[in-house]
């Protein structure tokens, strides 16, 4: 349940598939404006790429609809099979009956025919490239292979009716090389390091996922501040850029 978590302020989804077509699995997060996050995602033993990026966004849609949404929300995805489909060339196909330019029956008409019913004005897709180092689109990739080779990821806040039962659990050695909490925060650390050097700025929603702090605590913040081994300094239009600090300076 959400009550307490205020509203969701992201939202990413992935899909994966081995041998296209092959077994499949579909990752997905939400972020709410508290910091706490929510993932889930789901195994298909055969079917495609596209079809597990398309039953992801179904699934997150879905699930937003009960549930408060910030003004800001975007489903970040990196499929344009998605991005365009949904938003321009579902119009044409149901103009000619869910067939082609080419007079083709539309493949997947089940799940655009879903989505359709499921879309959210106040949610558009955002286009983020894949394994670019987006810690949402990362995160959705890793959730999305694991339930292809039909293993059970450990999940954030994991809802029941999200998980298929006869996913194995996957052994904890076998799956990761030290405990979760450390790698993400290693994935992160090395993402400021990235983002610092090629001097990228980031919105106020982006800098909330990667420091992962609440929204709203952000929201107040107008001068320079500490984070680890980074300066975080504001920008114009209210974006924000990393600087490393100098070993030894002091913390503020």
């Not at 610092?196 to 107040?220: I, M, N, R």
Request: one cysteine or more.
């Amino acid at each position: 349940m959400a009550e307490g978590r205020g509203r969701v302020v992201a939202a990413a989804t992935d899909g994966a598939c081995s041998g296209n077509p092959g077994p499949g699995g579909w990752g997905a997060l939400l972020r709410f404006e508290d910091g706490s996050v929510e993932e889930f995602g789901g195994h298909a033993p055969d079917t495609t790429n596209n079809r597990m990026e398309l039953q992801a966004a179904l699934e997150v849609l879905q699930r937003l609809e009960q549930l408060p949404r910030h003004p800001d929300l975007t489903l970040r995805t990196d499929s344009k099979y998605l991005i365009d489909g949904l938003g321009s060339w579902i119009k044409g196909w149901k103009r000619k009956g869910w067939k082609t330019a080419a007079g083709k029956p539309v493949l997947n008409q089940d799940l655009w025919k879903a989505l359709d019913a499921a879309r959210l004005d106040d949610v558009p897709l955002r286009y983020v490239k894949g394994h670019s180092g987006d810690p949402d689109n990362e995160r959705v990739d890793r959730i999305a292979v694991a339930f292809s080779h039909n293993v059970q990821p450990p999940l954030a806040l994991k809802q029941g009716s999200s998980e298929l039962p006869s996913s194995k659990a996957a052994p904890e050695a076998a799956f990761e090389v030290a405990p979760k909490p450390l790698l993400q925060l290693l994935s992160r650390l090395e993402l400021a390091d990235r983002l610092a050097q090629g001097g990228y700025s980031l919105s106020l929603l982006e800098l909330a996922q990667l420091v992962e702090k609440p929204l709203k605590q952000l929201e107040t913040k107008r001068e320079s501040w500490i984070w680890r081994d980074w300066t975080v300094e504001p920008q114009a239009e209210g974006r924000w850029t990393l600087q490393r600090r100098e070993a030894g300076s002091e913390q503020s």
